[in-house]
T-cell receptor
Framework: RKEVEQDPGPFNVPEGATVAFNCTYS??????FFWYRQDCRKEPKLLMS???SGNEDGRFTAQLNRASQYISLLIRDSKLSDSATYLC??????????FGSGTKLNVKP | NAGVTQTPKFQVLKTGQSMTLQCAQD?????MSWYRQDPGMGLRLIHY???????DQGEVPNGYNVSRSTTEDFPLRLLSAAPSQTSVYFC????????????FGPGTRLLVL
């Protein structure tokens, strides 16, 4: 079983749509969680950290459910520029980061 | 402030050859890591370091060596390249602390024939 699992997609949505991604992780003792964005053939870049109480950054909302060991990312009012692969990242053991395989999002006009 | 730099950007090797992938950061970060990314898979941790002189293995360490003699540099060595090591390699660094952001280099694309 993979340490961090994501639906690979692709999610094909029209501009303006709301889309949600989920990610599950295996280690219940994991302490910190992140969503990264990766554009084609580029390095990953931090989108947002995920806090226990949930957090929002503009059109993006991240939530953590420790009991069920999953995190989610909600994107509202999708833009063409949101098209990318979204990587779920879990810090499981003192700066050992485990990555999901990524969920691909295509936002279409 | 260059952030995280990696060289080379591209490399073609023959099976059995050795090489070193370079990684440097100028942010005085304690933590540095090496990942490989294969098609359809996320990034997998090869080796990581929590400070100069300290390294440890990640998920997929076999076939790779690392050392950390300075805070700035964290080279990755392939001792005897194999076709299975064809991949994109990313180096990352971060400060201490669980919520600290990882900053990635632009990657090295390696093809082993």
């Amino acid at each position: 079983r993979k340490e961090v699992e994501q639906d690979p997609g692709p999610f094909n949505v029209p501009e303006g749509a709301t889309v949600a991604f989920n990610c599950t992780y295996s280690n219940s003792a994991s302490q910190s969680f992140f969503w990264y964005r990766q554009d084609c053939r580029k390095e990953p870049k931090l989108l947002m950290s995920v806090y226990s109480s949930g957090n929002e950054d503009g059109r993006f909302t991240a939530q953590l459910n420790r009991a069920s060991q999953y995190i989610s990312l909600l994107i509202r009012d999708s833009k063409l520029s949101d098209s990318a692969t979204y990587l779920c990242v879990v810090n499981m053991d003192f700066n050992k980061f485990y990555f999901g395989s990524g969920t691909k999002l295509n936002v279409k006009p | 402030n260059a952030g995280v730099t990696q060289t080379p950007k591209f490399q073609v090797l023959k099976t059995g050859q050795s090489m070193t992938l370079q990684c440097a950061q100028d942010m005085n970060h304690e933590y540095m890591s090496w990942y490989r990314q294969d098609p359809g898979m996320g990034l997998r941790l090869i080796h990581y370091s929590v400070g100069a002189g300290i390294t440890d293995q990640g998920e997929v360490p076999n076939g790779y060596n690392v050392s950390r003699s300075t805070t700035e540099d964290f080279p990755l060595r392939l001792l005897s390249a194999a076709p299975s090591q064809t991949s994109v390699y990313f180096c990352a660094s971060s400060s201490a602390g669980e919520q600290e952001t990882q900053y990635f280099g632009p990657g090295t694309r390696l093809l082993v024939l």
